[in-house]
């Protein structure tokens, strides 16, 4: 069996940005054009969205995006992405090898360098070819690729996955790369969620460390471990049987089949079995909570993050045991933890444990703890 360690750590957020109020703007100006036509046809009204709620509720107060054009448009709320050729590199595969070449040049290794792919992101563009290959191939990465996906949960999915087959000697050096748009599948005309999401890509270096070697600055990948439990509760219905389903088979209807939760059972649920998961899996290692110099949560809201951390501590944790980048960045799906970690580490000392911890749909959790080298 091999140590392992995260060698690099690459993270691309998108230059443009959407703040709460402008948001709330281009929303309640679409409430009030569809409220007139509702008014005629009889339907129930629509309320409107509120900044000081998005704040309360989840602490987002901005979030980044791949493609500003359209979102705010109250006639569109869809980014306007062009579809690309199959001879061109897809959006998707551009966006996780851009973050791909950050975690190589963080871990001072070259394409040659790497022997698999994979793809771990919670909405794929396509279901094949692969992004994987795709971003393989673009980068000229000899070996294999391939694409998994778990909500939210999809890096640490892609962690746990990478770390086993390095230590156990299956593969050398894998990419892990979560490039997510969120903003292509969310639908900005639901008020319970058009404020949540925001676009970045993020990629890890995961490689076995020589006999006798030492990194100094790394992460040694301790363990990993992951968790499911089956729940509609945050769930999307896009998929190929969508067609099959219509009458009227000309194109396919989003409306209804884009990302939805029921936000407040995601919260209570979710919070009950993400402390549950980190006090059993540190318990596994000997460890308590209190042992944890860092934790480098999901980002889905700041209050769920304080909650899971209070029950799993006894008492309030701060932002310097639990940074969050919700704030400015909006839930990023499974990039979110991984950025956590990016913007938070190089503080510790050698010798600190930190554990990285994401959760969503599925229900799915992942983690893995972490030691300085
Ligand atoms: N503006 C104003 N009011 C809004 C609103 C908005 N944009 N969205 C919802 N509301 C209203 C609701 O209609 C409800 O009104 P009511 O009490 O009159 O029925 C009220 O606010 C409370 O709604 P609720 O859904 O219970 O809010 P909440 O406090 O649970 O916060 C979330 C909503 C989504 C922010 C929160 O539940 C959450 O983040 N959950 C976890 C999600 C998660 O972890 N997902 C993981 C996926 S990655």
Redesign the pocket.
Known sequence: MHRVIISGVGVVIPEASITNEELVDSFNIWVDAENARREITGEEKL?K??TD??VY??GVKKRHVLVLDGILDPERMTPRIPPRGDDELSVMAEFGVASARRALDDAGLGPEDIDLVICAASHHQRPYPAIGIEIQNALGIKGAAFDMGL??SSAAAGLHVASNLVRAGGQKRVLVVTPEIITGHLNFRD??TH??FGDASTAMVVEALEEGETRPGKFEVLDTRGWTQFSSN?RTNLGFLLRAGQEDTSAIDMRGNMIK?V??K??KE?TVAGHRFIVDFLAEHGLTPHGIRRFWLHQ??AR?NAMILKLSFGHDVGHDRAPMVLERLG?T?AAGAIIAFKENHEDMKAGDYGLLCAF??GYSIGGALLRKL
Request: proline letters at 0%; hydrophobic letters at 50%.
């Open positions: 309320a969205s509120d709620f998005i509720a989840s909500g939210c008020r319970q404020f949540i945050i939760q936000g407040n995601v919260f979710v889905a809201n769920m839930n799906a969503g749909a």
